[in-house]
């Protein structure tokens, strides 16, 4: 994260003032919130072989997270996601570089199938495949006689297909989603 003065203009470069680095992702953020709460939590994830990944993973961990299902991919790095805030306004720009993220297929969500099943709520993101986002919810939803409660964040913003929208039972879109999906997006 790097606060600023305001926003750079295309090809500015401004001084900031602060500088940090954490844990995070959507997905991520409600995990450990959600352990830190008392909740039994389970990560479906994938990661890079580097610092990051092997730091986030242990992140997730000490946080009281099961990791059974952080998976690591050597040839990919870990997904990044560089913000900048606007220190007058509060405002942020994000950068999101997904990294491993993208590595994250549909079968993987299948080999955590039993966790899926396992839980009261899956929560799922844009930050991911959508069409591992998409198997995961078909899992939760599926016959297996348990209905899985799932909370999608369609983010970052992307058109959804009917089929995922279905077996939403929570959207929580921000004011760029939302417009976005009623195609009143100017993206």
Same mark, same amino acid.
């Not at 959507?26 to 610092?51: C, E, F, H, P, Y």
């Not at 899992?139 to 995922?164: C, F, H, R, W, Y």
């Given at each position: 994260?790097?606060? !600023?003065?305001?926003?750079?203009?295309?090809?500015?470069?401004?001084?900031? %003032?602060?500088?940090?680095?954490?844990?995070?992702?959507?997905?991520? @953020?409600?995990?450990?919130?959600?352990?830190?709460? $008392?909740?039994?939590?389970?990560?479906?994830?994938?990661? $890079?072989?580097?610092?990051?990944?092997?730091? #986030?993973? &242990? @992140?997730?961990?000490?946080?009281?997270?099961?990791?059974?299902?952080?998976?690591?991919?050597?040839? =990919?790095? %870990?997904?990044?996601?560089?913000?900048? !805030? /606007?220190?007058? #306004?509060?405002?942020?720009?994000?950068?999101?570089?997904?990294?491993? @993220?993208?590595?994250?297929?549909?079968?993987?969500?299948?080999?955590? %199938?039993?966790?899926?099943? $396992? &839980?009261?709520?899956?929560?799922?993101?844009? +930050?991911?495949? =959508?069409?591992? #986002? =998409? +198997?995961?919810?078909?899992?939760?939803?599926?016959?297996?006689?348990?209905? !899985?409660? #799932?909370?999608?964040?369609?983010?970052?913003?992307?058109?959804?297909? /009917?089929? =995922?929208?279905?077996?939403?039972?929570?959207?929580?879109?921000?004011?760029?989603? &939302?417009?976005?999906?009623?195609?009143?997006?100017?993206?």
């Amino acid at each position: 994260i790097a606060r !600023v003065p305001r926003m750079p203009g295309p090809g500015e470069t401004l001084i900031g %003032s602060q500088f940090q680095m954490g844990y995070g992702g959507k997905g991520a @953020n409600q995990a450990v919130m959600a352990a830190r709460l $008392g909740a039994q939590v389970a990560v479906v994830t994938k990661v $890079g072989s580097d610092i990051f990944g092997r730091d #986030t993973a &242990a @992140n997730f961990k000490a946080q009281g997270c099961d990791t059974q299902f952080v998976l690591v991919d050597d040839e =990919l790095f %870990s997904g990044v996601a560089p913000i900048t !805030v /606007d220190e007058v #306004t509060g405002q942020n720009s994000i950068i999101i570089v997904p990294g491993a @993220n993208n590595g994250l297929l549909p079968a993987d969500v299948r080999a955590a %199938s039993g966790a899926i099943l $396992g &839980a009261d709520v899956l929560i799922c993101q844009l +930050e991911i495949p =959508l069409e591992t #986002t =998409l +198997e995961a919810f078909r899992i939760a939803k599926g016959t297996q006689g348990k209905s !899985v409660l #799932t909370i999608l964040n369609p983010a970052p913003a992307a058109p959804l297909p /009917d089929e =995922l929208l279905a077996l939403t039972d929570i959207l929580v879109p921000n004011e760029i989603e &939302a417009s976005m999906l009623l195609d009143n997006a100017p993206i």
